[in-house]
């Protein structure tokens, strides 16, 4: 894992995109050595089901009260939105590791040239997300809901990463524990320039 770290925290990666396949073959590395012992922790796995319910919640709010709708006009329709290239860097190895626990697939490459590495032609195609991606809302979302619908919204958010939260930290304590590391590189997001500039 060491040798992971120093990796992870270099600055000279080739492309954009490498820095989180670092964090996705950590993330797939922990899963493949102790996937099956988090699976068959009763607690960690009710706390994984509450977290799962509660995106599901999240997502369901934003669909009903347009906020997926508004995203997909401004993105795709307008060519503008916020989902840019470099912002995939969000996504910790905790928060990677947390959609593989969740059996969610991740995709292999960038479908949209100078979008983020998850978006796709429909909007974000990451199940669990970053908490950046989760609190923010532009002036234009932030007018396009009632106050009802907002307090309703961040409640769902509040909720789903808080849930989060406790998980990413289960998951760190027992990794250390099990390791004998102190394992920094689980909540890394860190930005990557081409050249290492
Ligand atoms: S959050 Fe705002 S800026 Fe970002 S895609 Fe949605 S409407 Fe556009
Ligand atoms: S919401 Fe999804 S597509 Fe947008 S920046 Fe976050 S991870 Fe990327």
Excluded: H
Aim: with cysteine; glycine share 6%; charged share 30%.
């Amino acid at each position: 894992m060491k040798t992971r770290l120093q990796k992870i925290f270099q600055r000279r990666f080739a492309l954009p995109e490498e820095l989180l396949f670092e964090k996705v073959s950590l993330a797939q590395e922990i899963f493949e050595n102790y996937g099956e012992y988090f699976l068959k922790l009763k607690d960690f796995v009710e706390l994984l089901k509450k977290y799962e319910k509660a995106i599901e919640i999240s997502n369901k709010r934003m669909d009903e009260f347009q906020s997926f709708s508004e995203c997909y006009v401004c993105t795709v329709l307008e060519g503008k939105g916020c989902c840019k290239a470099g912002l995939e860097n969000e996504a910790t190895v905790a928060i990677i590791l947390l959609n593989f626990l969740l059996k969610k697939e991740l995709p292999k490459e960038r479908e949209v040239p100078g979008r983020c590495f998850f978006v796709g032609p429909v909007g974000c195609k990451l199940f669990a997300r970053p908490p950046l991606c989760r609190e923010f809302f532009c002036r234009r979302l932030l007018d396009t809901f009632k106050q009802e619908e907002y307090v309703l919204i961040t409640q769902a958010i509040a909720e789903e990463l808080t849930l989060q939260g406790i998980l990413v930290r289960y998951i760190k304590k027992e990794l250390e524990f099990l390791t004998g590391e102190f394992l920094y590189e689980l909540d890394i997001t860190g930005y990557s320039s081409p050249g290492g500039k």
